[in-house]
């Protein structure tokens, strides 16, 4: 296993038509789609890499892979600097959202496979390579517990072997001869079908499968290869939601057991906040914040992690700083805890944004640190009801999402006084979209 470093890592693309004669420059221009970024994936570590759609997760991601070549910046697999390296010398595997089985193959040729190419490649390169590409075949003793692998390679010569697989080659299944190699290949496919839970699908072809059966196969063909690091990107989105949960536990559970590094990439944030160590948020190109999911949740870092992270989003409401702890908005007034003191001192009569996940704002009696609104929608999912609420004199048409109880007799149109719990709120610079951290 091994941590992955990326150490300012740029990639541009060039975009645009150009003229067919070349003279036309200006219409090929680089655009920036990755700017410096730093991160550390330590050893073992589940990192999920989320954002919006087009933010350069998938990029990112490609470019540890070694399919597409950094503009600028390093990365590092273990120590070793793998810039120059085509991906199948990054010892990495990569489960695609599309599954990317191959359709003619059954489901223990495709988990097959990966090992047959790792140990052809090696053995093109290794004196021993017969006996050393057996020991690559069943490397993880994490997941088969490994054969003698020396008395198995030694049991006939090479050339002996292959007369042999060739006599047999057309007899049924069981009376043909398997190579030394081939053998620790199929121990080892039936202990990764047998963690997946495939066993009984390995003579089917994928088109034979459902998407979850699919998805497990392509996350044994990556597991089969025992790499030093995963890498997914967005491997549950075919999924229906009962299977994502579902398989989506599977993942973590098979990565802890399996310790391997992995970084997972998703647009989901429910998915980031359930699957990783840690996340490393990406907006436009560049890292936002990396920290682990209740960090995010309790002490983002700017406005767009704020509002990124956590499902209804924060509400954000402009508020003018008073005195340290008084904030006012045309509608409220409210003190805050003591702890915004050093904070708030040089904001004084300034203005802020106010920041409130629907989940801490109660509905309460009249007061002047309350806000007055009136239901505009309500989402009753009986487990929680979420109320859509405006302001009742309709202030721009300021909409806030809250999270009350389910008992609670709220109708359309109600009139209610919400208040909001004061050491849950969240305030940001609004020209900068910085958090302003409360101690
Ligand atoms: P999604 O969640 O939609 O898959 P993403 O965050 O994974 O998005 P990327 O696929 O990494 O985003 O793309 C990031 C940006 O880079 C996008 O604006 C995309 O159009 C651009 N891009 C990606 N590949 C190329 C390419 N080969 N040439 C030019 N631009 C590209």
Not at 44 to 73: H, Q, Y
Not at 175 to 195: D, F, K
Not at 319 to 343: D, G, N
Request: aromatic share 6%; net charge positive.
């Amino acid at each position: 296993m091994a941590q992955v470093v990326l150490e300012n890592v740029y990639k541009s693309f060039q975009t645009g038509r150009g003229s067919k004669s070349g003279s036309d420059e200006s219409a090929i221009s680089p655009t920036a789609v990755l700017r410096r970024i730093h991160l550390t994936v330590r050893d073992g570590e589940f990192m999920v890499l989320v954002g919006p759609s087009g933010c350069g997760k998938s990029t990112l991601l490609r470019l540890i892979a070694g399919l597409e070549d950094v503009t600028a910046g390093n990365i590092l697999v273990g120590d070793r600097l793998v810039n120059g390296l085509p991906p199948n010398q990054r010892d990495i595997a990569m489960v695609f959202q599309s599954y990317a089985l191959y359709p003619h193959m059954t489901v223990y040729e495709n988990l097959a496979f990966g090992l047959r190419r790792a140990t052809t490649a090696d053995t093109a390169t290794d004196r021993n390579g017969r006996k050393r590409a057996v020991a690559i075949a069943c490397a993880s003793a994490r997941i088969a517990p490994p054969v003698d692998l020396a008395s198995t390679a030694r049991t006939l010569p090479a050339w002996a072997e292959a007369v042999l697989v060739s006599a047999t080659r057309s007899l049924p299944k069981r009376w043909r001869y398997l190579s030394a190699q081939e053998q620790a290949i199929a121990q080892r496919v039936q202990a990764v079908a047998q963690m997946l839970q495939i066993e009984t699908l390995l003579e089917r072809l994928p088109k034979q499968l459902s998407g979850g059966q699919k998805q497990r196969v392509a996350l044994g063909r990556a597991m089969a290869r025992n790499p030093q690091v995963f890498l997914m990107d967005e491997p549950l989105s075919n999924l229906d939601a009962k299977l994502r949960n579902e398989t989506r536990a599977q993942i973590v559970s098979l990565q802890r057991t399996l310790g391997t590094t992995t970084i997972y990439v998703t647009h989901d944030q429910t998915e980031a906040m359930t699957m990783g160590d840690r996340i490393a948020v990406l907006n436009a190109g560049q890292i936002q914040q990396i920290a682990t999911p209740l960090e995010l949740y309790n002490r983002p870092a700017n406005q767009f992690v704020a509002e990124f992270i956590g499902s209804p989003p924060m509400n954000f409401l402009p508020v003018q700083v008073q005195s340290p702890l008084l904030i006012s908005h045309p509608k409220f007034r409210m003190t805050l805890p003591a702890s915004w003191e050093p904070a708030l001192r040089r904001y004084s009569g300034r203005a802020l944004t106010l920041g409130i996940r629907p989940e801490h704002i109660n509905i309460s009696l009249p007061a002047p640190k309350n806000l007055s609104v009136r239901v505009k929608r309500l989402e009753a999912l009986g487990s929680e009801t979420y109320l859509t609420v405006g302001f009742t004199d309709g202030e721009n048409g300021t909409l806030l999402q809250a999270r009350v109880e389910p008992d609670r007799s709220v109708t359309l149109g109600d009139d209610l006084w919400l208040s909001l719990m004061p050491d849950k709120i969240h305030l940001f610079d609004p020209t900068t979209g910085e958090a302003i951290a409360e101690y």
